[in-house]
Every structure is written in structure tokens, then in C-alpha cells.
């Protein structure tokens, strides 16, 4: 008995067979992703297909899944696939896509109000706060990426320093002075993160890192040093616990020594890295994490919690609060019925209507415990040792970087080197055996393998290299032409 107007269906049988259709199909493509090739080029006529016009009939629940199967699911980048290696990719996990499933079903919006979605948020936030060391008092929120939580450590590190009273007057008056640091090797998003804030992307000084690629914390001194000569007023560090380009981390302890005696902020972007805290292994490199002032992390890279899944920690939650409440009668607060609960988490940050991302990471914390999500990232690292050793027994290729937590990043030695290994890449990709991406150091053009997928294992890392021979030796013959 649905009335006219309902989305639900008519049929509620049919519809829960079709449903388990579409959980097997996904299921199946996990269980096998393996057998698949990382990528595939998008032939021109399935890009065409997302052309169409908007579509006012219906159609059937299964012919649409049907389009998914054949048009949307090869073509993804493939970072579920144990030989994607690009950028820094979370595997994800069937836990996490149930996850996801039950948290559309129950389509909670967590802006506010009395919920227990809520507190699954906030217990979320508690068990970062004890991962990190951080005190009682702390806040924290989830927010779509660390290119988000880079912005929000800004934004409360502008109003800490310039008080609240500067979200009503603007940057104008003040926003000249203010000057933050970070390394050269520092994440794209902090310059934004500055732009977005009003600060301007040149308050940003770009600080040369060390032969390890972590920041030159004496050239760090001198760059504060001189912005204090010229009458500027330096506001903010930002450590780096992870580098995108090779996995460096910064010296955190250094920072919160230095941040502390120039009673400046201190930041970390752990975007991949800070989840490193999960690995009895890795977690000392990480030692002065505890002493700042707020931490920027995702838990869909290493932390293999499926898109998106990104998390803003905060040493002191008052300042948090100062930067982003902002009252409004329609959300009043109450002592008692739905509308309780005060503070919200639309008092956090900037977001109203929020979807439930602590569901699919609180189940994955629950169901594989940290022991085991630890163990995945310090398998990673592990693989990246191997991965290193075998490029160095390797006589066509070479090093490029020291491998300090799970990337490497090497290139083959033939002519024109910078051309060949990107023609090399290119093909790797196409084939459809492994997926790595590219960066520059120092001027070379690096192959860079990514390892943060818990599916990968040795036998992925010896395909790359033998494609790598193998597509090396093809392209130094036909250049371009791979
Ligand atoms: C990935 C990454 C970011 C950006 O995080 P998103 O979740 O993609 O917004 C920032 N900093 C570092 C070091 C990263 O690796």
C-alpha cells in the first residue's frame, strides 16, 4: 500500500533480491580483484555514456547496476587492486563498505542534535586523542580529507593568535603580518590552506629540507629570525609526518622545541604518515606528535577506511570552538529532547549537514583492532625494503631517495631518462600490471611505488620490476611510441 509520491519500492521481495545481487557482485569483484588489471584506458564509448541527457523516466534497479558493472566498475583508478602503487591510495576493506552500506541506510546527518551517531563521532575522536597523546579537552572532527583538516588547523591557529573578534573584522588589518612555516617538501594543500584562510599563500616560507628530506629545522630558525627582524609576525609551524613525495618525516620534538620558545603554533600534516602511531615499530620515529597543537590525518590512506575518511585533531577544543560556533536560531539548543547535546560538531568546523563517516571507521577500529590495522601499515614499510633491495640489485635501475616508511622512488637508467621513465610509467599503467606514479627529485623524474594497499605482497613489487625491464627496454627502443 505505497502511496503515489514514495521512492521506496512496491515490490520490497524483488527489491532485496536485487540488493543481494549487487552485494554479491561487489563482493565477488573484492574477492577477485586480483585477477583484474589494476587500470584500463576508458574506451570512447563508455566516456561517451556519461553524456546523456538528464534522465526523467526510470529505469530498472537492475539495468542501471547493470550499466555500473560494465561502465563505472572497470574504469576506476583501482586502488582496491594489490598492484596499485600511485599517489597515496587507501586499499579500503569489505568491512568498511558494509559500513558505508549501513550508514546510507540509516542516513544519519551528523551537523547536531542528540544522536548516537554522535557520540560513535566522539568516541572516534577519544581514541585518536589516546592514539596521539593528546590531553582531555581535545577535540576532534571528521571532515572530508587532510586537505580539509590542513585548512581547519589554519583557521584555528589564525583565530588563536588573532582572537574571535577577527572572524567578524576580517583578515585586513592583521593578515600582512602573519607568517607560517613549512618544509619544501610540504603538501600542496598548506599553501591552500593558507590562501583559503586569507592569509595569502606568499605568507607561507617554504624551508629547504635535509639530505633526508625533513625540514632544516637551523634554516627554519634563521627564516623565523628574519621574518621577526622585518616586523612580521610568525604564527604557525607545520610538520610534515610523511612527506608525499618519499615518506620523510620531520623532526617533531625539534618543532615542538622550537614552536614552544618562539610561542608559535605547531601543526602536523600525518595525512598518510601519523597513522604510523597504529605500528609498535614506527610510532617512536613519530615521537613529538603528542606536543602539538593539532594533527591533520585520514583515516582512507593508510588507515584503509574506504573514501573519505579524513580527521582534524585539536589539543584544545576551546579554541576550536572559537573559530567555527557561530549561533543561529534555527539551531537553537536545548537541555533536553532532540535538540540537546551542545556543543555540535557543526560547532567544529565548517560543515552543517554531515554524513556518517565515524560509522566505517569505528567498525573497522572494532572489527580488526589496531593490532592488526598496525601491522598492515608496518607490512607496507616492510614490502618497501624489499621493493628498495630489489632496485638495487637491479643494474638498469637506481635509487633515488632513502626509503623511509613505505615509498620508493627509483627510474631507470637508460638514455634521456627523464622521457623514458615517463613512457615507462605510462605503460605500466596501460598494461594494466601495476600503477605507480611519478614524481621529481632534485630535477630527476622518479618512478614512485606507493605501498599503502594491505592487499600488495612481493610477488606485486616483482611484477613492477620486471615490467619495468621489461617496458624499459621497449621504450629506449621506440621512444614515446610505448
Ligand atoms: C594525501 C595528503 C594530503 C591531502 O590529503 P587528502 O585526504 O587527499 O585531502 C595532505 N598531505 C599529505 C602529506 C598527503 O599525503
Known amino acids: 500500500m505505497n502511496s503515489q509520491h514514495t521512492l521506496d519500492p512496491s ?63 572497470p574504469f576506476a583508478v583501482g586502488n582496491t587492486h594489490p598492484g596499485f602503487l600511485g599517489w597515496v591510495h587507501g586499499g579500503g576493506t569489505p568491512v568498511g563498505m558494509l559500513a558505508e552500506m549501513l550508514a546510507g541506510g540509516l542516513n544519519a546527518n551528523l551537523g547536531g542534535r542528540d544522536q548516537i551517531p554522535i557520540e560513535v563521532e566522539r568516541q572516534v575522536a577519544e581514541w585518536a ?50 607568517t607560517a612555516y613549512a618544509s619544501a617538501a610540504a603538501h600542496g594543500s598548506i599553501a591552500r590552506a593558507l590562501d583559503l584562510a586569507g592569509l595569502g599563500s606568499d605568507a607561507l616560507r617554504l ?40 615518506g620523510a618525516i620531520d623532526d617533531l620534538t625539534r618543532l615542538a622545541e622550537i614552536a614552544d620558545r618562539e610561542a608559535v603554533r605547531l601543526h602536523v600534516d600525518g595525512a598518510y604518515g601519523a597513522l604510523a602511531m597504529l605500528a609498535p615499530e614506527l610510532a617512536p620515529r613519530l615521537r613529538g606528535i603528542e606536543r602539538a597543537q593539532s594533527i591533520a590525518f585520514d583515516f582512507h590512506k593508510w588507515g584503509q577506511v574506504p573514501y573519505d575518511a579524513g580527521f582534524f585533531l585539536v589539543r584544545d577544543r576551546a579554541l576550536q570552538l572559537a573559530a567555527f560556533d557561530s549561533p543561529a536560531a534555527y539551531l537553537r539548543r ?12 557543526c560547532d567544529l568546523g565548517p560543515d552543517l549537514s554531515r554524513g556518517f563517516r565515524a560509522l566505517k571507521t569505528w567498525f573497522t577500529l572494532k572489527v580488526y583492532g589496531t593490532e592488526a590495522l598496525g601491522r598492515a601499515i608496518y607490512g607496507t614499510c616492510r614490502l618497501a625494503q624489499y621493493l628498495r633491495h630489489r632496485v638495487e640489485e637491479t643494474p638498469e635501475l637506481e635509487l633515488l631517495a632513502p626509503v623511509s616508511l613505505n615509498i620508493v622512488c627509483f627510474r631507470h637508467r637508460g638514455e634521456r631518462p627523464d622521457a623514458l621513465n615517463a613512457d615507462i610509467v ?17 630535477g630527476r623524474l622518479a618512478i614512485r611505488a606507493a605501498i599503502v594497499n594491505h592487499r600488495t605482497e612481493r610477488r606485486d613489487l616483482d611484477a613492477l620490476i620486471d615490467a619495468t625491464l621489461k617496458f624499459g627496454a621497449r621504450c629506449a627502443r621506440a621512444p614515446g611510441a610505448s
Open 11 to 73: 515490490d520490497w521481495e524483488a527489491f532485496r533480491a536485487q540488493g543481494h545481487r549487487m552485494l554479491d557482485d561487489i563482493l565477488d569483484h573484492l574477492e577477485h580483484i586480483r585477477e583484474r588489471p589494476v587500470w584500463q584506458p576508458i574506451p570512447d564509448e563508455v566516456r561517451a555514456a556519461f553524456r546523456e541527457p538528464l534522465p526523467r523516466a526510470p529505469a530498472a534497479l537492475a539495468d542501471v547496476h547493470e550499466t555500473f558493472l560494465r561502465r563505472i566498475l
Open 129 to 178: 586523542r589516546e592514539l596521539f597523546g593528546f590531553p582531555p579537552g581535545a577535540g576532534g572532527l571528521f571532515v572530508t580529507g587532510t586537505s580539509m583538516a590542513n585548512l581547519l588547523g589554519v583557521l584555528v591557529a589564525r583565530t588563536a593568535v588573532l582572537g574571535p573578534e577577527s572572524r567578524q573584522k576580517g583578515m585586513a588589518a592583521s593578515a600582512g603580518s602573519l
Open 334 to 345: 536545548e537541555a533536553r529532547g532532540m535538540a540537546a547535546g551542545s556543543p555540535w560538531p
Open 207 to 246: 624551508v629547504p629540507t635535509d639530505s633526508q628530506h625533513c625540514i632544516d629545522t637551523a634554516a627554519l630558525e634563521r627564516a623565523i629570525a628574519a621574518d621577526r627582524a622585518a616586523g612580521r609576525t610568525p604564527f604557525l609551524l607545520i610538520g610534515t609526518a610523511g612527506t608525499v613525495d618519499v
Open 426 to 442: 605510462a605503460a605500466l599503467h596501460e598494461s594494466g600490471i601495476a600503477a605507480p606514479s611519478t614524481t621529481t627529485l632534485n
